[in-house]
């Protein structure tokens, strides 16, 4: 469903050029959540930029159902890093999540449904009269992810959402997204620099290299579909994967 | 480097649009005469002791008048800001002085000093007074309430809680007045030569322009924009000079 | 309290100004001055001098506003258009406004046409300039948000770009307005016949001090009425802005 292809990036700024991702080979299976880890600075950003259409590649491409990705498709959405900032401050709640709705000419009675729906399943039915900055961090983040989900979108891709909430947040948010795949059955990729997560979260873990990038390993997660924030992370397995991942990145540093 | 090239080629563009137009008869070539006449008449004003007299003029209002304002409005803003209970005695006062277009000084100006330097001073120490006075008393709100206590616990006098603390904390604050009052008092000080006559620049165009003089009312408006670009570009450097040790600025050119 | 605190002041500066005013000629006292106002005012110079002139500065404030947004959305939005212009735009911006007055008269004439483009040319420098710097500085975060939700075109810019740099555009309408005054009296200071620039100085030229006074109080009140107005409208429109405290920052 989602292809990358030899991708590479160098970003070229008058006497300065970065290589930040020398060249990148992976798929991602329609409804299958992939989680993406790599040490920070490792282009986690630029790689979902240029799958996002946002970013021209400077070598390889992207397959969207094999059509070349030129521009933001369509049928994407995106949960940014600095999700603060991906939120209009002037506007509602409400409006933050409609306003792609509009866009697609949506009809209304259904806009209201889909926005009632996503606010309520991020569990801020009562927020949508609000302002963004007058959330917390967390409950911004939420706002960010409801947008996209009220989208409906075939493909989603989230880029370090949970970086910066705490850590009971953090575990609220991951089964939130957890719960939303598997309900929408949403193709996801999940950018993360938290190894943890992305074993908990992902059904493949692709292990990035330090800049210039390379996929260091593309490993499938075996454990139980079912996961839960207690049981799963006991597993001895568990351990295992999260340990070989954790090797794994300790080599690319090295 | 590029941005360079693409300013230069604006420059041009315009001069050669100011050129073009008069030119091909698409506007009166009497109000707007080609963009060589005007800089040709430029260049021979500029070769005139009458002009550079006359610049000579306004600079000095628009000097003296920027000084005379600044040394008021700190010395009103840091004891309005320093003494308890000033600060709220005087705000609606302040809140309706400001306001006040100055230009609506002119007739007072007029019959005090007439046609003459004391006019421009008038105008322009009025127009700039309010924009220093603002920015200080910000600036002395500014200073930190725990500083502030720390100076007082250690027995501080007020007067070196005013040179240690306020005035270095108020200083961005003041520099900010002072570029914002810096283009305001040029308009201010051309303003009075233009309309009540006292000698200077606006004086000058105020003159071309009832002797029909048309190339000469562009070629003084051009000198007018040079110098209103000169004045800022002054005050600016004058600022990072000051304020060269400040976070505040170091931020800004980081940034 | 508070309204010793609120007119403490005022009544000691007027109850100074009537101590000081005594035979003075410059200076009438402050009952003549309220008397020359309501007469002066309160008759048909409020129709005649005092609306149109106001009703000129709105228009040109106006036009200005329109303008200067109009042009400086796509100038913002273009690094290559901006570079090329910018020059040119700051050179415009620095040449004192009331200078293109004269020049103003020799290509429209002296009537309200003339008055009206006067204050165009005045406000719109510091509003365009201001849209260019405050659409520029969009956050490229909530740039990338509307590329990837499909908002482009007018909703885009309404939405978004507007929206956006509205904090920076307000501080351009701030300045235009205290420009746009200076300009409106100026403009009526040359060979008009009516507004109320043209009368103050008619009242000073014929040493009628008292009603002078009044007209420099009127515009005063003016400045004021108009200032506040502007604050009534940069509270509502920027509510968001000094919400989420970025107003501080
Ligand atoms: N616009 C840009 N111009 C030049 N270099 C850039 C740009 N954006 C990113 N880079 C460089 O590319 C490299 C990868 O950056 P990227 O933001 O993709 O990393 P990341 O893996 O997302 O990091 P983090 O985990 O900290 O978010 C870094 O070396 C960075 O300096
Ligand atoms: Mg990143």
Redesign the pocket.
Known sequence: MLEIAQLSKT?E?PGRS?E?IRSLTFDVAAGELVCVV?P???????LLRAVAGLLPASGGEVRLDGVPVTGPPPRMAVVF?EYGRSLFPWMTVWQNVELPLKEKKVPAPRRRELVTQSLESVGLGDAARAHPWQLSGGMQQRVAIARAVAYEPQVMLMD?PFAAVDAQTRADLEDLILRLWRDLEVTTLFVT?DIDEAVYLGQRVIVLSS?PTVVMEDLKIDLPPERDQLGTRSLPRFGELRGHVYSRIQAARG | MRRLLHGLLGLTGLLALLEAAPRLGLVDARFLPPASEILRTLAGELTTAGLWLALGETMRGWAVGLALASGLAVAAGVVIGVVPGLRAATSSTVEFLRPIPSVALVPLATLLFGPSLGSTLLLVVYASFWQVLIQVLYGVAAVDPVAHDTARSYGLSAWSRVRHLVWPTSLPYVMTGLRLAAAVAFILAVTAELVIGSPGLGAEIQVAQSSGAVPTVYALIVVAGLIGIGVNTAVRLLERRVLAWHPAVREEVAG | MKAVRLLGLPVLLVLLWWAVSGGSFYLPSPDRVAVAFAETWFSDRLTGDVLPSVGRLLAGYALAALLGGWLGVPIGLSPRLRATLEPVLEFFRAIPPPVLVPLIMLLAGIDTPMKVLVIVSGCVWPVLLNTVEGVRALDEVLADTCRMYGIRGWPRVRGFVLRGASPQIMAGLRQALSIGIILMVISEMFASSSGLGFTIVLFQRQFQIAEMWSGILLLGLLGLGLSLLFRRLERWVLSWYYGSGAARA
Do not use: I, L, M, N
């Open positions: 970003y700024s970065v930040a790599g920070s600075g490792c282009g986690k950003t630029t890093q370090e620099h800049s």
